[in-house]
């Protein structure tokens, strides 16, 4: 009997602490990218215009000019793992509510740096802001139903790139610059010495970036010494010869990398090595 009714007051407790689970009307996001070589990422929720117009001025859910927490719940949470620059703003590295004032033609964005202010607008307080700014808002010719916000547009330099706030008919953009030449000078610096190979990574990381190329000559030699056979390596020392303005070296250099590739049967590098010896004559 007791065994029984233990068993009955298991059942009605697990019966209690049980949750009914539904479809939530504005589902949790996350979108991250990796930006030059930083994290960046955005949390937040997403509502669906379901028939109502948003944006604009009269019967709308967000009247221009209104503040808005660029989504729903606690609002839309924005992370930066290294120091950044917001629409050239200095933004320091860490989390950021994004809140917003959209209008017509224009938004105005801000980053906010107390999260435990989450979607409480009325609560806003400007003294707490990480950078405020204004950006164009665009038409878009598709509709787009629920609030939708990526992280695109990187430069070809990994040194750019823009969040995209998306809802209805309407869409603004807000570019994030990254600098992460500091990072690689550090990393450069403590993995040459643990491995000569990294020396060619960072003579071409010194060519491509307008560094010092006498280094950058000394450092890709080191390399084809380890490596003599290395026809990409060679190529890359041709170029840097050539940006040296030593022509005569470079054509040298690049006619043993075309020489080394076609014995690799490597087809892409004898092309770009007659590119190269194109533009030395």
Same mark, same amino acid.
């Given at each position: ?33 990796v ?16 028939g109502r117009?948003?944006?604009g001025?009269?019967? !709308? ?24 620059? !917001? ?8 989390? &950021?509510?994004i ?22 607008? %009325?609560?806003? %307080?400007?003294?707490?802001e ?40 309407t869409? !603004?953009?807000f ?18 010495? !643990?491995n ?26 080191i ?11 060679? &190529? ?31 087809r ?6 007659? %590119? ?6």
């Amino acid at each position: 009997m007791k065994n029984t009714l233990l068993l009955v007051l298991l059942a009605v407790g697990m019966v209690a602490n049980a949750q009914v689970q539904t479809p939530q009307p504005s589902p949790a996001a996350s979108v991250s990218t990796v930006v030059g070589l930083t994290d960046v990422k955005i949390d937040y929720s997403r509502p669906s215009a379901k028939g109502r117009k948003i944006f604009g001025d009269g019967a !709308v859910l967000l009247p221009n000019g209104a503040i808005w927490r660029t989504g729903a719940n606690n609002g839309t949470k924005i992370t930066f793992s290294d120091d950044v620059k !917001v629409e050239g703003i200095a933004v320091p590295k860490g989390e &950021y509510l994004i809140f917003s004032w959209p209008g017509a033609t224009e938004w105005t964005v801000s980053l906010y740096k107390d999260l435990a202010l989450g979607g409480n607008t %009325d609560a806003y %307080d400007k003294t707490k802001e990480a950078a405020n700014f204004k950006v164009k808002s665009e038409k878009l010719a598709e509709k787009v139903e629920t609030l939708t916000i990526n992280i695109g547009d990187i430069s070809a330099d990994s040194k750019m790139a823009k969040v995209q706030i998306a809802w209805e008919n309407t869409s !603004v953009k807000f570019g994030i610059a990254v600098d992460y030449d500091a990072k690689v000078m550090k990393s450069i610096e403590a993995s040459t010495k !643990v491995n000569p190979n990294n020396y060619f990574n960072a003579a071409v990381y010194y060519l491509e970036n307008g560094k010092d190329l006498k280094q950058a000559l000394e450092w890709v030699n080191i390399a084809a010494a380890a490596n003599p056979s290395a026809f990409w390596i060679m &190529y890359q020392k041709a170029r840097i010869q050539k940006a040296l303005g030593d022509k005569t070296g470079a054509m040298a250099t690049s006619k043993a990398s075309w020489e080394a590739a076609k014995t690799a049967n490597n087809r892409d590098y004898q092309v770009m090595n007659e %590119d190269l010896q194109k533009s030395l004559k």
